[in-house]
């Protein structure tokens, strides 16, 4: 019998481990943003590990289901979930367009729907009392303190993202018609603007910069445990435990340095800010985004 010359069909439905993380590579390399990317990689990792640990069966809507089902049962919060969703909607997108999928079956997976959050309240806000309360728990002596001091008060009186704080350099800080501003500041999406320094913020900055000092290149620099400065960055982990440990001396809980942005928003419109210009000074590509951060009734789902 003459072998039969008949190609196998590429299959549609079970992609192998190999084909998923050569689909979660271009899925983050579609993502401009840093944190963007960091997020999907985890959230797809999960998923991928996930899979591939059950019984080879069709990635198809009732496996999703039954993984928003897992995410549920260890009482992840509605946003985290929707997050992880929103990350394999991704990689099922790509797979069909690499034809590991039918769009069949992606039609399907889009019709998993997230969990509803409405009336939950999104991040966490300060009031003006909590921000001066968060600003004066510093040693002004130390090294540390008037970095750490720097930090917050960036977040707190800019609205700057973990990353923004982060990439922030020396020479980006300048006068401009008579202000203190971080001109051409690059933001998520690759979005440039320029973003009021007020003076209280500017003095916390110059105590740092003097201090050290810098004079070129990032702002904030590492500091070893004996208090010398080294190295030529810092991480955005530093800029997390910074927000930790100043949110623990002013016994507040539950505080991430993105409710220092939110902080910054509401305190901003507290006191007559328009919409559109609270928009331009975060850098949201949306007024609607501008709008949810400031309204705390808002679901996740709109920012």
Not at 60 to 80: F, K
Not at 183 to 200: A, S
Not at 255 to 269: F, I, K, V, Y
Request: aromatic letters at 6%; glycine letters at 8%.
């Amino acid at each position: 019998m003459k072998p039969s010359n008949r190609k196998k069909s590429k299959r549609t439905d079970r992609p192998t481990l190999p084909e998923l993380d050569q689909t979660k590579r271009s899925v983050l390399n579609s993502l401009a943003s840093l944190q963007s990317r960091r997020s999907y990689q985890h959230a797809m990792d999960e998923f991928i590990d996930w899979y591939c640990s059950e019984p080879r069966l069709a990635l198809n809507r009732g496996v999703v289901l039954r993984y928003r089902m897992q995410l549920e049962t260890q009482q992840l919060a509605p946003a985290t979930i929707n997050v992880r969703l929103a990350a394999v909607r991704r990689l099922v997108y790509e797979a069909a367009d690499t034809g590991l999928l039918s769009s069949e079956l992606v039609a399907g997976i889009r019709r998993v729907k997230g969990i509803p959050q409405l009336g939950r309240r999104v991040g966490n806000w300060l009031t003006a009392s909590e921000g001066e309360k968060l600003l004066s728990g510093f040693d002004p002596l130390s090294l540390r303190g008037k970095r750490d001091a720097a930090i917050i008060s960036l977040l707190l009186g800019c609205g700057l993202r973990r990353s923004e704080v982060v990439g922030l350099k020396v020479h980006a800080i300048q006068r401009r018609e008579d202000h203190w501003a971080i001109v051409d500041l690059i933001g998520k999406g690759g979005r440039v603007r320029t973003v009021p320094l007020p003076e209280w913020v500017k003095t916390a900055v110059d105590r740092w910069a003097e201090s050290v000092p810098v004079v070129s290149g990032k702002l904030f620099r590492s500091i070893r445990k004996n208090g010398t400065v080294w190295g030529s960055g810092i991480t955005q982990n530093v800029v997390w435990y910074v927000v930790k440990a100043c949110a623990g001396r002013a016994e507040i809980k539950a505080l991430a340095p993105h409710d220092l942005r939110r902080t910054c928003a509401r305190l901003c419109h507290a006191a007559g800010g328009e919409l559109e210009q609270i928009q331009f000074l975060l850098g949201h590509a949306s007024v609607q985004t501008t709008n949810a951060t400031l309204d705390a009734n808002k679901i996740s789902a709109d920012l």
